[in-house]
Nanobody, 127 residues
Framework: QVQLHESGGGLVQPGGSLRLSCTAS????????MAWFRQSPGKDREFVAA????????SYRDSVKYRFTISRDNAENTLYLRMNSLKSEDTAVYYC????????????????????WGQGTQVTVSS
């Protein structure tokens, strides 16, 4: 089991940028396919982005494509989410998630396939 800790959230104006980090401990990040999910009040948790463990292939939900970038630094055991051109609808608690499973691309957005989760970091986009 890997322990995950998110950081980097905060309050930002519309159009601004943030970079979230997810630091892994207990196991090597390179063993995991990683993802970011988010949840806002009254809504279900939704997929944001994922990056595979071996190929570094990435996947994004349509509403964040070309604005958000997921990346990983296995040497630092850290996952990142760079968020640009932020909108009010991006306001949510952001969670990182990990799985050792070999997920096919269509399964990457499905939360039930991820075994380990962080506690989340709040992102608020508001003027």
């Amino acid at each position: 089991q890997v322990q995950l800790h998110e950081s980097g959230g905060g309050l930002v104006q519309p159009g601004g940028s943030l970079r979230l980090s997810c630091t892994a401990s207990g196991r090597a990040l390179r063993d995991y396919t990683m993802a970011w999910f988010r949840q806002s009040p009254g809504k279900d948790r939704e997929f944001v982005a994922a990056i595979k463990r071996n190929s570094h292939m990435t996947s994004y939900r349509d509403s964040v494509k070309y604005r958000f970038t997921i990346s990983r630094d296995n040497a630092e055991n850290t996952l990142y989410l760079r968020m640009n051109s932020l909108k009010s609808e991006d306001t949510a608690v952001y969670y990182c998630a990990a799985t050792t499973g070999s997920l096919i691309t269509s399964s990457l957005p499905r939360a039930q396939f991820y075994d380990d989760w962080g506690q989340g970091t709040q992102v608020t986009v508001s003027s």
